[in-house]
């Protein structure tokens, strides 16, 4: 049954393409989706939304209730405010998200560079969002816990999204996690789902391995490409320090050991950064220890 089809208005040939463009399977609010649509042809930014949408439909399938309805889609980057002070250059190649607003919660899809829907979702009810601000390709979403900076938006969907979004007075309540595999909602970072016993990543381990060495807890999370340029960085830097130590060791003895200490601490303090981060990016969703990815399918590297 095409769902969408009894939201749309009656057009001409710009929203019959939109209308084959979109899922079938999930209920559009044409007008808000689509608000700069002008007749005779269809904006690039349009049929982009359309085909995000599409590509979001494996999760949104299994996500959405029967009577809820889709507002609006755009894309960009998941950003707490203080990563931007540690790692906001890397965190890109993370957290891009396919963000869906519906007519009852703001949903995040976690994705890869394709917008193809990856690891895990989250969830705002709409009665939990407690301000909305932003600028240009930035919105910021407060809930009674925390700030969430979304950006790298289009600006005109970042406003539309603005303008869309509803404010309320509480101070309760935040970002909820998703089950990947029945999409139960949890305020918390559980070891698994109360519902279906699927079983997630732990945090702590995560964190464990990336105090090791930096890369390897994000690899085993699964963001592997990510890990890989961490390692790199990570070696590099560890075989500067053994060139620096190892040469004056020979000619200094232990003296010599003070002229590499700088660097020593730079890697004592990488290691410590990078688990810290690691063990935020594991609370950032439901990381399914057997692979289970929203789509129903299991990720490929599992």
């Known amino acids: 049954m095409l769902r969408c089809a009894a939201l749309m208005p009656s057009g001409g040939q710009p929203e019959e393409e939109l209308k084959a463009l979109l899922p079938a399977s999930i209920a559009v609010r044409f007008e808000e989706m689509f608000p700069y649509l002008r007749s005779g042809r269809i904006k690039r930014r349009d049929r982009r939304r359309a085909e995000?949408?599409?590509?979001?439909?494996?999760v949104l399938q299994r996500a959405l209730n029967p009577m809820e309805v889709v507002r609006f889609t755009t894309n960009g980057v998941r950003q707490l405010t203080w990563w931007l002070l540690t790692a906001g250059s890397m965190n890109p190649f993370a957290n891009r998200t396919t963000l869906v607003l519906t007519d009852r919660r703001v949903l995040l899809i976690h994705t890869d560079s394709k917008q193809r829907p990856r690891m895990f979702a989250n969830q705002?009810?709409?009665?939990?969002?407690?301000?909305?601000?932003g600028r240009n390709s930035y919105v910021f979403i407060r809930s009674g816990r925390e700030q969430l900076m979304f950006h790298g938006v289009k600006r005109t969907e970042a406003r539309q999204l603005r303008g869309l979004l509803d404010?309320?007075?509480?101070?309760k309540g935040g970002w909820q996690n998703l089950c990947p595999r029945c999409f139960t909602a949890t305020d918390g970072v559980?070891?698994?789902c109360e519902k279906c016993g699927e079983e997630f990543k732990s945090a702590k381990k995560a964190a464990l391995r990336s105090l090791i060495f930096p890369g390897l807890g994000d690899f085993y999370l699964g963001y592997r490409k990510y890990a890989m340029l961490e390692i790199i960085g990570a070696t590099l830097l560890w075989a500067l320090f053994l060139s620096t130590l190892i040469p004056a060791v020979m000619a200094k003895g232990l003296e010599g050991a003070l002229v590499a200490s700088p660097l020593l601490a730079l890697l004592a303090l990488s290691h410590i950064g990078d688990a810290l981060l690691t063990r935020a990016k594991a609370r950032t969703g439901l990381h399914s220890k057997d692979g289970t990815l929203p789509t129903g399918d299991a990720w490929p590297g599992a």
Do not use: N, Q, V, Y
């Open 167 to 171: 404010s309320t007075a509480t101070k």
């Open 52 to 58: 995000m949408l599409r590509k979001a439909e494996p």
């Open 190 to 192: 559980p070891t698994a």
């Open 124 to 133: 705002l009810p709409l009665e939990r969002i407690r301000a909305t601000a």
